[in-house]
Nanobody
Framework: QVQLVESGGGLVQPGGSLRLSCAAS????????MGWYRQAPGKQREWVAY???????NYADSVKGRFTVSSDNAKNTMYLHLNSLKPEDTAVYYC?????????WGQGTQVTVSS
């Protein structure tokens, strides 16, 4: 079974940037669409962005123009570049298949946007 491990989160000021990584234990990015999701305190988990095996990307309206998803199939890694961060982007960020599979949820990585 493939395992996904998220990393790269942290504390950043409004307007700042981060790069999140999603490392897979197997080669799945070349075969499946993969997505980023986030869950803010007290809210349901929501979809943020996805990338298909042929590099088509799509974004939630709340992050469009600020976040960029990419993947490096040779490294079995997917990235999420977060720019122009806002306090409302504060959440735990997860990667998973798109659409998500229950068995693939990992621990996520915390992003906190605060001055």
């Amino acid at each position: 079974q493939v395992q996904l491990v998220e990393s790269g989160g942290g504390l950043v000021q409004p307007g700042g940037s981060l790069r999140l990584s999603c490392a897979a234990s197997g080669n799945i990015f070349s075969n499946y669409a993969m997505g980023w999701y986030r869950q803010a305190p007290g809210k349901q988990r929501e979809w943020v962005a996805y990338i298909t095996s042929d590099d088509y990307t799509n974004y939630a309206d709340s992050v469009k123009g600020r976040f960029t998803v990419s993947s490096d199939n040779a490294k079995n890694t997917m990235y999420l570049h977060l720019n122009s961060l806002k306090p409302e982007d504060t959440a735990v960020y997860y990667c998973n298949n798109y659409p998500p599979l229950p068995a693939y949820w990992g621990q996520g990585t915390q992003v906190t946007v605060s001055s």
